[in-house]
């Protein structure tokens, strides 16, 4: 399942990591204490590497085997180095694969040994237990270095084998992104276990490789925990949307797709890590008030009357008391209340206008509409995007924010967009919704009944 071009790019890193390798001078007499030290660290990077902690995404996991690879930097040298991390190609991991093992290894190799040089030519060539002296940050600094090469290495080079085999099996894109920031963090804080390892060398030998194994497994139990925790919150998520989707059976999917766009424009406008989860947060939740909104009132054939109409512009506010305890949206509840309010200020709930609108609620409206038009619906075709494209511009200004619209353009031309298959309709279902109370193409007709 690995594209042509991801396999070239395998290939390119083997050879390269071997040609280094084979250039780099061992640095050290390599001496039968040499070799058990090198085994040693070995060992601890292959039980590391062995039980990774699963990030929020289970194609994502997390591994603190880094440290055994420093540690190696600075005892043995960057070729010790580099073999230590080439130990992942024998990774005990379940269904890794050649093209897995081959990549693993050598980067894994090649970050060790970019990280034992970094270190060594800092250092002033020194191998060996560091000996902090009078200024720790001779030997503080040189490995916070290492570290930093190491890190963005080793995820520079997984970016890399990402981009080129984007949607296979290999490294899917769900999760990785999202995970990254944690990835990098995490990394650099236990790469400093690396250094107590070295440290404690020549005081407890192999002993210290055994003792750092507690904390090392401390985390990798907090990482698991922080991961099933953003797994709960998101089977949450699903759970409320299925439970919306079941009263109105032709917007399946249309929660995920406004999450899907909400999180587009985020990035486009350069939104934080935090941010971009919690409007995509918002997106998937945002129609969640539809749950107090009468299924007869949501499928209903004809014109609605006024109090019909009134329960459909209390559906944000609904959506709000639905969940507003779940303490983990933050921010995204302003998305979920204000999500149907318009820039020139004949929206509702409140009936704000321009910036009176919260950032999130102004940005779910456009992918929410965008992903309206762009369904098929029971009394229409679905438009086009270049269609819908223009019904977005033709309501900037009155009703979109018009920096937003250009902002999920641009992120159209980058990213393209899911086009959902029509939905099959209930066998057990009388009626169909006449109008998608989120078309802007296709307004409610409200009726006065005397």
């Known amino acids: ?71 190696a930097a600075v005892l043995l040298g960057p070729v010790a180095a580099a073999l230590v991390g080439a130990v992942s190609l024998l990774s005990l991991k379940r269904q890794l694969r050649l093209d897995g093992r081959l990549f693993n290894g050598a980067m894994g190799a090649l970050s060790g040994l970019l990280a034992g040089r970094t270190y060594l030519y800092l250092s002033g060539g020194h191998i060996g237990s ?36 984007r949607g296979r099996r290999m490294l899917r894109s769900e999760g990785l992104e999202s995970s990254l920031p944690l990835l990098l963090v995490s990394d650099l804080g236990y790469a400093a276990l690396g250094l107590i390892i070295a440290s404690l060398w020549d005081l407890m030998g192999a002993f210290a490789a055994v003792l750092v194994l507690v904390p090392l497994f401390v985390a990798r139990w907090a990482m698991g925990q922080f991961a099933e925790q953003q797994r709960a919150y998101a089977a949450t998520m699903k759970a409320l949307c299925q439970a919306v989707e079941t009263k109105d059976y032709y917007t399946r999917g249309h929660g995920d797709r406004v999450s ?17 989860d919690a409007i995509e947060f918002a997106g998937m939740l945002h129609d969640v008030g539809k749950l107090g909104v009468p299924t007869q009132v949501l499928q209903k054939t004809g014109p609605l009357t006024e109090d019909e109409y ?141």
Not at 11 to 30: E, F, M, R, S
Not at 378 to 396: C, D, F, H, M, Q
Not at 431 to 450: F, N
């Open 1 to 71: 399942m690995v594209s042509r071009a991801a396999w070239l790019y395998i290939g390119l890193v083997v050879l390269a990591t071997a040609a280094l390798v084979n250039y780099t001078p061992v640095g050290v007499p390599v001496t039968p204490d040499f070799w058990r030290d090198l085994v040693i660290l070995q060992l601890l990077f292959l039980i590391c590497d062995s039980t990774p902690a699963p990030l929020v995404s289970r194609q994502t996991k997390w591994s603190p085997s880094s440290s055994a690879t420093l540690a």
């Open 130 to 165: 560091p000996h902090f002296g009078r200024n720790p940050w001779e030997i503080i600094g040189p490995f916070a270095a290492a570290a930093a090469v190491h890190v963005l290495t080793n995820q520079g080079l997984i970016w890399g084998v990402y981009r080129l085999n």
């Open 260 to 276: 899907l766009g909400a999180g587009m424009i985020a990035r486009q406008i350069h939104m934080g890590v935090d941010r971009t």
């Open 310 to 450: 009134a329960a459909i512009q209390l559906h944000p506010m609904r959506g709000l008391e639905i969940v507003r305890e779940i303490g983990f949206l933050n921010e995204a509840l302003a998305g979920i209340m204000h999500h149907h309010e318009r820039i020139d200020g004949k929206g509702y709930p409140m009936g704000f206008a321009g910036h009176e609108i919260p950032e999130f609620a102004r940005i779910i409206a456009v992918a929410d509409a965008f992903d309206s038009m762009t369904s098929t619906r029971s009394y229409r075709a679905a438009k086009t995007i270049p269609e819908a494209v223009a019904e977005l511009r033709k309501g900037a200004n009155t009703q979109f924010d018009p920096l937003v619209v250009d902002a999920f353009i641009a992120a159209l031309d980058r990213e393209g967009w899911p086009l959902p298959a029509p939905a099959a309709r209930p066998t057990d279902l009388a009626t169909v919704t006449v109008k998608d109370h989120d078309d802007p193409t296709a307004p409610l007709r409200v009726i006065d009944v005397p």
